[in-house]
């Protein structure tokens, strides 16, 4: 019934709501924003790693070895051999005046104990026990039933992180070469590792980059190749090399390298430069150079690596250069993106593309090499609320993994170098370019993760563009793939698999000596580089990684012009260089290579 005292025209809009009493409260953050922001807390503790693998490995590693008595004995047993001849050797070296620590060892000998200082006691024994103790942690992992593979490659990679640190190279008490070279400078080496420490702490405060990298200036001493930047976005600039030859091969060459590093390790010195090489070979050579993102770019996502990156790369050259094809060229991940959008543009029956060259790039990630000791969906989402709350993940978080793949070359002999010889390394062009870090976006990196390492979605036909799954099995381009023997970052069988993923009829794969990146920067001329080469049909029969490189002869020298000699054999006559950039379609030069975006901190 109505309230006979209100006016007639009263409704229930008239009346004001009841005030609401937590109307004035914040919202309450949500479950995952609490988790997210925990587990970025943590890791900033342990500087980005995630415990819970190692944890759950090793937990798993003592469960079911304490359901293998027999494995147990075994332990035990190798045990006792081991402290025995510890023992034994300890008593034949205290009474005589010279003895190798290798002497009718057990174990494969390691190296850094074969100088003559080692041969005195007391450091043979610690070199003896050091080595037994290795060699018997080792095999930890091994041979325990029901432990899951992954777990235990997890075990090993902790076992050797330990070894590694406690050896007895590391330190002056334990380490005969080390006092030797302290009596011999009255301990001046050590007051210079002292200023080195503290220099370097300092520089690492005042987030600069390592002593020595002042010398190598982007521009000046490196990335010095003639050239402009033609065009420019909100992820790319695009740079054109000045021509140094009369006439070019027709088809211009455009190079996609990885946004993990900045674009210059293939312009380094002018010794040592691809780019240099490509163009006084008479190529007409573009080049990406990636923007390092800030934390307001953190929605960058891989769509926009294709788009405002390869595509528009690919319209800006096909505009400058108009009728002629294009060699595209991508390294490490953007040769992945390169497959990407390879398969994208085959999707959409675009033919603009001429060939593809992949320089140490995976586009199978089912076996990534040590990488995958980080690649988990535990550390994955450490990585993922650490992003999330700085918007971009940070290169020395990315560096920091890659040294732990390698502790004993990266971490630990560089520190005795500069900190107990008080010597510097002499600074070189890779080494201050490696200094050079890059960031990644929040959004583009976590997809990257999640859909290429963790599920594997491109080489299975599930990786998404714009919403719709490409297929490299569309690609049926020619192709000159290339990995490095030593590549830690992406193995060379890892990459071999390109071949069957895609329906190349013209597939070449060459396999050079050195690593990820100097394998890939060996210059023209390279005495101590060595490289296999084989091309092959869709008619002849695929060969495994192994029967490839059994059946394969290495020749001697640098890749360079194998590589180069394909692209002219797969390039059109010769023509006048084109102008840099074409103002009248659109692309006026902008300013002078190496251009900004190489040059934001």
């Known amino acids: 019934m109505s309230d006979p005292k209100a006016p007639e025209s009263a409704t229930v809009l008239d009346k004001a709501p009841p005030p609401d009493p937590g109307a004035s409260l914040p919202r309450a953050p949500t479950t995952e924003a609490i988790d997210r922001a925990f587990r970025a807390a943590i890791g900033k503790l342990t500087g980005g790693l995630?415990?819970?693998?190692?944890?759950?490995?090793?937990?798993?590693?003592?469960?079911?070895?304490?359901l293998s008595p027999g494995r147990q004995m075994e332990l035990?047993?190798?045990?006792?051999?081991?402290?025995?001849d510890n023992l034994a050797f300890a008593s034949r070296a205290a009474g005589t005046e010279k003895l190798s620590p290798n002497e009718g060892l057990a174990a494969p000998a390691d190296g850094r104990f074969a100088a003559e200082s080692w041969q005195q006691y007391p450091f043979n024994v610690l070199a003896r026990a050091y080595q037994n103790g290795a060699a018997w942690m080792q095999t930890l992992p091994k041979d325990?039933?029901?432990?899951?593979?992954?777990?235990?490659?997890?075990?090993?990679?902790?076992?050797?992180?330990?070894?590694?640190?406690?050896?007895?190279?590391?330190?002056?008490a334990t380490n005969p070469e080390l006092q030797e070279?302290?009596?011999?400078?009255?301990?001046?080496?050590?007051?210079?590792?002292?200023?080195?420490?503290?220099?370097?702490?300092?520089?690492?405060?005042?987030?600069?980059?390592?002593?020595?990298?002042?010398q190598f200036q982007v521009g000046k001493s490196v990335a010095v190749t003639p050239g402009k930047v033609v065009y420019q976005n909100a992820l790319i600039e695009l740079l054109q090399y000045s021509p140094?030859?009369?006439?070019?091969?027709?088809?211009?060459?455009?190079?996609?390298?990885?946004w993990i590093m900045k674009y210059y390790i293939l312009d380094l010195s002018p010794r040592n430069s691809m780019v240099k090489y490509l163009v006084d070979q008479g190529h007409t050579v573009f080049m990406i150079?990636?923007?390092?993102?800030?934390?307001?770019?953190r929605d960058f996502a891989m769509d926009d690596y294709v788009d405002l990156g390869l595509k528009a790369a690919i319209d800006a050259v096909s505009t400058i250069v108009p009728g002629h094809r294009i060699h595209a060229t991508g390294y490490c991940i953007g040769g992945t993106l390169l497959a990407i959008g390879a398969a994208l543009l085959a999707r959409e029956h675009d033919t603009r593309l001429a060939s593809l060259t992949f320089f140490a790039a995976q586009t199978d990630f089912s076996e990534p090499g040590e990488l995958a000791l980080f690649i988990n969906r535990s550390q994955l989402a450490m990585l993922e609320a650490q992003m999330y709350q700085e918007g971009v993940l940070d290169s020395r978080q990315m560096g920091g993994a890659f040294q732990m793949m390698r502790p004993r070359d990266l971490i630990w002999q560089p520190m005795v170098q500069s900190y107990v010889k008080g010597q510097r390394d002499a600074m070189v062009d890779l080494m201050a370019w490696n200094a050079d870090g890059t960031r990644m976006p929040y959004?583009?990196?976590?997809?990257?993760?999640?859909?290429?390492y963790l599920d594997n979605e491109l080489s299975s036909g599930r990786f998404p563009v714009h919403g719709e799954p490409v297929r490299l099995t569309d690609v049926r381009?020619?192709?000159?793939?290339?990995?490095?023997?030593?590549d830690h970052v992406a193995p060379w069988k890892s990459v071999y698999k390109l071949e069957n993923l895609t329906r190349s009829n013209d597939y070449t794969f060459l396999l050079t000596s050195g690593g990820h990146n100097a394998g890939i920067v060996s210059g023209p001329v390279h005495p101590k580089r060595k490289h296999r080469v084989r091309t092959r049909t869709l008619n002849d029969r695929h060969l495994a990684p192994e029967e490839w490189l059994a059946t394969t002869p290495p020749q001697p020298g640098s890749w360079w012009p194998t590589w180069q000699k394909w692209l002219a054999m797969h390039s059109g006559d010769h023509v006048a260089p084109p102008g840099l950039g074409a103002p009248d379609r659109g692309y006026p030069p902008l300013r002078d290579a190496p251009g900004e975006y190489v040059r934001l901190p």
């Open 50 to 66: 995630s415990t819970t693998p190692y944890t759950a490995a090793w937990t798993d590693w003592a469960l079911q070895l304490a």
């Open 76 to 84: 035990t047993m190798d045990a006792m051999r081991r402290a025995a």
């Open 144 to 172: 325990v039933q029901g432990l899951r593979h992954y777990h235990g490659e997890l075990v090993d990679f902790t076992v050797r992180q330990w070894l590694e640190a406690l050896s007895p190279t590391n330190f002056l």
């Open 181 to 214: 070279l302290t009596r011999a400078e009255g301990g001046e080496n050590l007051m210079k590792g002292a200023q080195n420490l503290i220099e370097d702490l300092s520089r690492v405060v005042d987030k600069k980059a390592p002593a020595g990298t002042e």
């Open 244 to 258: 140094t030859t009369p006439t070019v091969h027709a088809e211009p060459v455009l190079i996609v390298p990885a």
């Open 289 to 297: 150079s990636w923007k390092n993102p800030v934390p307001g770019d």
């Open 443 to 452: 959004k583009m990196h976590t997809e990257y993760l999640y859909r290429l």
């Open 477 to 486: 381009l020619p192709m000159f793939v290339v990995g490095t023997e030593t």
